[in-house]
């Protein structure tokens, strides 16, 4: 189908990028287990190696069933292209690798994921990359950490764990000011809750780990590019502006205009540091697709009737769920995720440290795992799991505090989900 702007979201779900397939008429997207593809004639290899004719070469650079997903959710985000990588932290080395360079700086939300926190703080700086973590409420303090070598802004659009929500907009106002792209991973709300380009992001990142496929059974990310940044405004983004020795002085934003940082993603990201997305957890990812709206609703609505149950709750402290009218970042809500707040987020209970994890213990629908997203239930205590690695006040600043319990909200009965919460509640205090 041409996917023009005038299906809505549920229709593009399905359809964006696939066809039924040329040779057999398939109707769902094969998997097109393969390594290389054959080459109509020595002229039609040199030009796809020229990077002169698009064309399948090797499934580390391209992959028809990858092909559909990166088309998928370029169009769910309403971008102009998309490269799929191995997992979302993959996808956000990637976002960064054709902006930065030995001494340049990515200026970043405090309140990541702690993964990212992990990987900002302490691997990019292998790479002579640096990160300046900075309170992305304090719009002033963003825009004054930006300097000469900062070559992008990221942050979350509804940030995990702790119930934060970004003014993406702006935000990207002080990105654009400056000249610098702004990187929004969307993981936790997805393009059905939020559309980070819509507000002015350059870049979108996902771990498509999570609720793109739904269902815990791949690792795989994404970025987006809206098509919008002029790459060669300035010199700061010679991967993108200037002569490409590996391609014969080929210029990425000259030669793709709005297509340079997708092009650049493959040709070079690719290619040369071998990220890839696997056909098998496409296929994966693209079944989960088809139904993402239907289980963000349902993920909202289960998580919306949970936060105010535990809001109740004489044994919790508080809950930080943004669809709650008790959250600071309820305004937000309606500006930056119409569809509601997602699925994901934090409470913290009476008797600290100790209470959470007897809590974890008892929990029988909620599975205990580092994962979010999924349609079944799930909880983890950043504390001593995902944010154990970070200091006590970045586990502050990120919301994952000792007393806090992060859970993911599934797509099962929520009266369950409220009961089995209430008898180990009683088992945590006891
Ligand atoms: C899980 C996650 C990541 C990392 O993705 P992986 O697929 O696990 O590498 C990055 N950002 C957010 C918000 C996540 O939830």
């Known amino acids: 189908m041409s996917d023009g702007p005038t299906y809505g979201f549920d229709t593009l779900q399905i359809h964006a990028g696939a066809r039924p397939d040329p040779a057999t ?21 040199a030009a796809l190696f020229n990077l002169q004719e698009v064309g399948y070469i090797y499934s580390r650079l391209t992959n028809p069933t990858v092909a559909v997903l990166q088309e998928r959710i370029a169009t769910l985000e309403g971008g102009v292209g998309a ?28 309140r990541l994921y702690g993964g990212t926190v992990t990987q900002f703080s302490q691997t990019i700086k292998r790479f002579g990359w640096s990160a300046k973590f900075v309170d992305f409420d304090d719009e002033a303090a963003v825009a004054a950490a930006i300097d000469d070598d900062t070559r992008a802004v990221f942050c979350e659009s509804v940030a995990n764990p702790g119930g934060y929500i970004t003014d993406i907009a702006a935000i990207a ?31 979108v990142v996902h771990s498509t780990t999570k ?17 919008k940044f002029d790459w060669s405004a300035s010199d700061k983004f010679p991967s993108l502006s200037a002569p490409e020795p590996a ?35 496409a296929h994966y990812t693209l079944m989960g697709i088809e139904t993402l709206s239907l289980r963000m609703q349902r993920h909202v609505e289960n998580a919306e009737k949970v936060a105010k149950w535990l809001e109740n709750h004489p044994r919790v402290d508080y809950v930080t769920y943004a669809g709650l009218e008790s959250s600071k970042y309820y305004d937000r809500v309606a500006k930056v995720c119409p569809k509601g707040a997602g699925g994901l987020f934090t409470f913290a209970i009476k008797g600290g440290y100790d209470a959470c994890v007897k809590l974890v213990n008892a929990l ?14 799930l909880v983890i205590h950043s ?48």
């Open 211 to 227: 609720y793109l496929t739904g269902n815990g059974t791949v690792t795989g990310g994404c970025i987006v590019d809206s098509g």
């Open 83 to 110: 490269v799929c990588c191995s997992s979302g932290h993959a996808a956000q080395i990637m976002a960064l690798f054709p902006l930065m360079g030995p001494g340049k700086n990515v200026v970043a939300s405090t």
């Open 173 to 203: 106002g002080i990105a654009d000011n400056a000249g610098v792209p702004l990187i929004v991973d969307n993981t936790s709300a997805t393009p059905y809750l939020c559309r980070p380009i819509e507000l002015g992001a350059t870049l």
């Open 383 to 430: 504390a001593s799991t995902t944010h154990r690695q970070l200091t006590a006040e970045q586990q502050e600043a990120a919301g994952a505090g000792p007393n806090v319990v992060r859970i993911s909200i599934g797509i099962e009965d929520a009266d369950d989900l409220i009961a089995d919460l209430d008898q180990a509640l009683a088992k945590a205090s006891a």
């Open 364 to 377: 029988e629908i909620f599975s205990h795992v580092a994962n979010l997203g999924d349609t079944r239930s």
């Open 247 to 281: 391609y014969h002085g080929l210029k990425f934003h000259e030669t793709f205009g709005p297509l340079a940082f997708t092009f650049h993603g493959i040709a070079i990201g690719l290619r040369d540091l071998g990220m890839t997305m696997n056909p098998q957890a």
């Open 25 to 45: 008429g398939a109707r769902q997207t094969p998997i097109y287990q393969t390594t290389a593809y054959v080459f109509r004639d020595a002229d039609h290899a």
